[in-house]
Structure formats: structure tokens, C-alpha cells
T-cell receptor, first 111, second 112 residues
Framework: DTAVSQTPKYLVTQMGNDKSIKCEQN?????MYWYKQDSKKFLKIMFS???????INETVPNRFSPKSPDKAHLNLHINSLELGDSAVYFC??????????FGPGTRLTVT | KQEVTQIPAALSVPEGENLVLNCSFT??????LQWFRQDPGKGLTSLLL?????REQTSGRLNASLDKSSGRSTLYIAASQPGDSATYLC???????????FGKGTRLSVIA
């Protein structure tokens, strides 16, 4: 059973398009996150949601909009994709500030 | 704001050797610290979580230590194997917040 799952695993799209990445966790966690890993492999937090409410929003362009329909899901929608958005996006979840579990990542390539 | 640094950036050792990976963090008001492993093109696998009240945590051949006062953590790998080859990431939360701040990782190669 996959604890944190993401779809799609790979996403290739052209500049200017709008795309979404989905994330689901079946661990019963109350906090979910989106991280971005750039071409230099550096991981950085983008958003954090606790019980469906946004609690952290790092300096991320407003073209990125997280959506949490329920506690088990945190989707990432990206408008007007740019070349610099190419990266690997990781979803994660945790409960009560304990161990974070990561999804397998979505490799986004913008051409 | 938390900053995490890992040294060395890359390490190559012969199989069977014991090794230590280093991690330092600037904000010692952390409630835990987590070590991850990432294989090329793959996601992150959690290796060890050390709570702020603990000084070390062990899992098999891995031992992680935490010294909050000095802002340091180490990951000790005993009797290294080629299968241990991967990038090892250290991560600590910002004070009062749960999102993790990651170091840039140590890329480990264990040569058979």
C-alpha cells in the first residue's frame, strides 16, 4: 500500500500551459506539503497545509495554487508554465510534527 | 531562519568501510531532525528521525546523533555496502514550523 502517492510521475508540457499535480496520502495525517527540487537537486518547501488550511506559503509565484479538497489530498495547480518551473515536485505528509513521509515525486519538464 | 549545511558534498569509500556524514543547522530550537536517502531519479526514503529529547537513534547499520547545543548531527554508516550508494539528505524544521529545511546532501559512492 502506497502511503503518499502522486500523479502523474512524469509531466512534459509547453510554456504557457496550465497543469495540475495530484497528491494523496492514506496515513491519516493532518499536515501535507509541497516541496520543489530544482536542477541542482536542492529541496525547498513551497506550501504547507494543516487540516485543509494553508499555514505556510513560501515565496512562490502566485501562478502556483495549492488546493486541498480534504485532509487526504493536496493538489498543486500551475498556471502559465515557464521554463524555470521545470523541476521535481514532491508531496509529503506528517502528523503532529513527527516524521514526514514523501511521495515518489513528479518530474515536470516545460519545453 | 533555519539553514542546514552538509559536509562533504560527495564521498567515495571502498566497501566495508565505516563512514560519517555531517550535518549542521543554525537554529537549535528544533523538535526533531530527519535523515533521508535519495536514489537517482527516485523519491526520498526516511532513514531516521531523532526527536529533540534524544541524542541518537539507530536502525540496523545506521546511527544518527543529535547535538542541539552545537547545532550538529551525524549519520554513521557501519560496514558500508555498494547498495548504500545514494544521496543522503539531512533536514530540520524552522523553529515553530513543520516544513523541513534541507541540506544540499552528501552523494555517497561505495566501491565494491
Amino acid at each position: 500500500d502506497t502511503a503518499v502517492s502522486q500523479t502523474p510521475k512524469y509531466l512534459v508540457t509547453q510554456m504557457g500551459n496550465d497543469k495540475s499535480i495530484k497528491c494523496e496520502q492514506n496515513l491519516g495525517h493532518d499536515t501535507m506539503y509541497w516541496y520543489k527540487q530544482d536542477s541542482k537537486k536542492f529541496l525547498k518547501i513551497m506550501f504547507s497545509y494543516n487540516n485543509k488550511e494553508l499555514i505556510i506559503n513560501e515565496t512562490v509565484p502566485n501562478r502556483f495554487s495549492p488546493k486541498s479538497p480534504d485532509k487526504a489530498h493536496l493538489n498543486l495547480h500551475i498556471n502559465s508554465l515557464e521554463l524555470g518551473d521545470s523541476a521535481v515536485y514532491f508531496c509529503a505528509s506528517s502528523r503532529d510534527r513527527v516524521e514526514q513521509y514523501f511521495g515518489p515525486g513528479t518530474r515536470l519538464t516545460v519545453t | 531562519k533555519q539553514e542546514v549545511t552538509q559536509i562533504p558534498a560527495a564521498l567515495s569509500v571502498p566497501e566495508g568501510e565505516n563512514l560519517v556524514l555531517n550535518c549542521s543547522f543554525t537554529d537549535s530550537a528544533i523538535y526533531n531532525l530527519q535523515w533521508f536517502r535519495q536514489d537517482p531519479g527516485k523519491g526520498l526514503t526516511s532513514l531516521l528521525l531523532i526527536q529533540s529529547s534524544q541524542r541518537e537513534q539507530t536502525s540496523g547499520r545506521l546511527n544518527a546523533s543529535l547535538d542541539k547545543s552545537s547545532g550538529r548531527s551525524t549519520l554513521y554508516i557501519a560496514a558500508s555496502q555498494p547498495g548504500d550508494s545514494a544521496t543522503y539528505l539531512c533536514a530540520a524544521p524552522n523553529s515553530g514550523n513543520t516544513p523541513l529545511v534541507f541540506g544540499k546532501g552528501t552523494r555517497l559512492s561505495v566501491i565494491a
